[in-house]
């Protein structure tokens, strides 16, 4: 009976999680992930361009997950995903509770970690352009869930379990597994012991195995060192977070803040004979602080260039999941005990300005994009009517900043109108820096799209020569004079080439 109701408080949180963040399909990384899962169930799809997301999905059976899924239930592919997503959640989210029964013993304290988690599912981390779980179905939420049950069984001494499921996310999210199994590393050197004397010589212990383990891996990584080609430079130049030196003071904070408020939650741990949050915490700095210098290092070595799109400050993502939910235990047992407008004081304010932020996101969308209704964003109802009324071969053509115009909110072209568009300067962009070998031909699509605003009929015909291109999508400031725009609405045509 007990577990039915914590099993019920856990879904009733994944849902007002997702009610407070948002739920948006085929936005920014789905780009990628969503056509994988479309081209799986129907092969037919993108014979122009597949190479764009097809060749990164080879490290990760995500969409052939989600494709299996919708072949044995026969759910509707948006529906899927949408289940999935929801799922995902709280199975993040009994994560966080399983962590939190072996740190602390008041039920107030274990559930207060996972709500103040479920509240800021929308938190940036750092400068890594990350959220703590992104508004839509995510590869990286489902191995992070993986994760946080493999950092509850390493608690618990449980290796081959912690083993499992460590390798359910290294087939799910290869990069982010890499560091749970990092933070685990650390997590089973930890001793279980409470006594401060103990820490003076803990770090040494600790680190010196791990630091072993971690040498291995450099030995098959000769290739990084080969010079990579310029057009993989010239990719690689767009995204901030692949260099550290763009990175804002503000997310500098994000970095360094969270250590000593860990040091201090070591010493109330220490002080109030906590000894699983002290070994958690304890473990989160030294994870913290090998990770961080071993990503200066490889982001900052010219020989360790093609290493960059790996993006090793992105540890910060399960330490940030793993600070939060330490904060709201303690936060639980030591403020907000049994008193209910202290929940309220804190949790109300919170979830509607983080529920505002997301608002103000995504100004042009609805807060949840339903499957199967209407959309009041103009640029998500062209490309359904694309999908719906041009041929399944068709190459399209669109600003190559897209996803950046005003009202269109990051939805991505191949995700909703499952069709082949030529490169863009955006998501198409990462996908070359990851994977060199397409970096030419993403240079040389988007070369050819330079100055795409002045683009008149001719400059389209010259696309349809050279590329093949048979239609365009215009914002209505673009020019179509001349053209054939079959549909229309109040920002977007849709144009042949003909």
């Not at 914590?6 to 007002?16: E, G, I, K, R, W």
């Not at 990760?60 to 995903?81: C, E, N, Q, Y």
């Not at 993986?146 to 799910?172: E, G, H, M, S």
């Not at 010493?267 to 989160?284: C, G, N, Y």
Request: hydrophobic letters at 55%.
């Amino acid at each position: 009976m007990k577990g039915s109701r914590n099993f019920l408080l856990l879904a009733l949180l994944a849902v007002a999680a997702v009610l407070v963040e948002g739920y948006h399909p085929a936005i920014e990384d789905d780009t990628v992930y969503l056509p994988a899962i479309k081209m799986n169930l129907h092969p037919e799809l993108y014979p122009s361009d597949s190479p764009f997301f097809r060749l990164q999905m080879q490290a990760t059976v995500f969409d052939k997950l989600i494709a299996g899924s919708v072949r044995l239930t026969h759910v509707p592919l948006d529906w899927t995903v949408l289940f999935w997503h929801v799922g995902t959640i709280l199975l993040v989210l009994w994560g966080c509770w399983r962590i939190n029964r072996r740190c602390f013993a008041e039920p107030r304290a274990q559930w207060a970690g996972v709500a103040l988690v479920a509240a800021l599912l929308s938190l940036p981390v750092a400068g890594t352009a990350l959220f703590l779980v992104d508004q839509q179905l995510h590869p990286r939420a489902l191995a992070t869930a993986a994760i946080l049950a493999a950092v509850a069984a390493t608690l618990d001494r449980r290796r081959i379990p912690a083993f499992l499921l460590l390798a359910i996310a290294v087939i799910v999210h290869p990069v982010m597994a890499l560091f749970g199994i990092s933070f685990c590393l650390f997590l089973a050197l930890a001793p279980a012991s409470t006594d401060k004397a103990s820490k003076d010589t803990e770090l040494a212990g600790m680190v010196a195995p791990v630091l072993r383990l971690i040498s291995f891996a450099w030995l098959p990584l000769g290739w990084v060192v080969e010079a990579p080609p310029p057009a993989w430079q010239h990719a690689l130049a767009g995204p901030n977070y692949f260099f550290l030196t763009r990175w804002e003071w503000y997310e500098w904070l994000g970095v360094f803040a969270p250590l000593p408020i860990l040091w201090w939650f070591g010493e109330i741990a220490l002080r109030d004979r906590l000894p699983v949050v002290a070994r958690l915490s304890r473990s989160l700095i030294y994870f913290a602080v090998f990770q961080l210098l071993a990503a200066v290092a490889m982001l900052s070595i010219p020989a360790l260039a093609r290493i960059r799109p790996l993006q090793p400050m992105r540890y910060l993502h399960l330490f940030y999941f793993l600070f939060v939910l330490l904060a709201g235990g303690l936060l639980g047992q030591k403020v907000l005990r049994g008193h209910v407008w202290r929940w309220l004081l804190l949790f109300v304010p919170l979830s509607v300005g983080m529920f505002l932020g997301q608002r103000e996101s995504f100004t042009g969308t609805e807060h949840l994009e339903q499957p199967g209704r209407a959309s009041r964003n103009s640029w998500v109802e062209a490309f359904r009517w694309i999908q719906k009324n041009t041929p399944t071969d068709a190459l399209f053509a669109l600003d190559p900043f897209y996803m950046q115009l005003r009202g269109e909110d990051y939805h991505g072209f191949r995700a909703l109108a499952e069709r082949s568009v030529m490169a863009d300067m955006l998501k198409d962009r990462v996908v070359a820096a990851q994977v060199p070998k397409l970096a030419p031909i993403w240079e040389e699509q988007t070369n050819a799209q330079k100055g795409w605003a002045h683009f008149r009929k001719a400059d389209f015909e010259r696309l349809q020569t050279r590329y093949g291109v048979s239609w365009v999508v215009l914002a209505s400031a673009d020019s179509s004079k001349g053209m054939n725009c079959p549909y229309r609405n109040r920002d977007v045509l849709v144009c042949r080439v003909e």
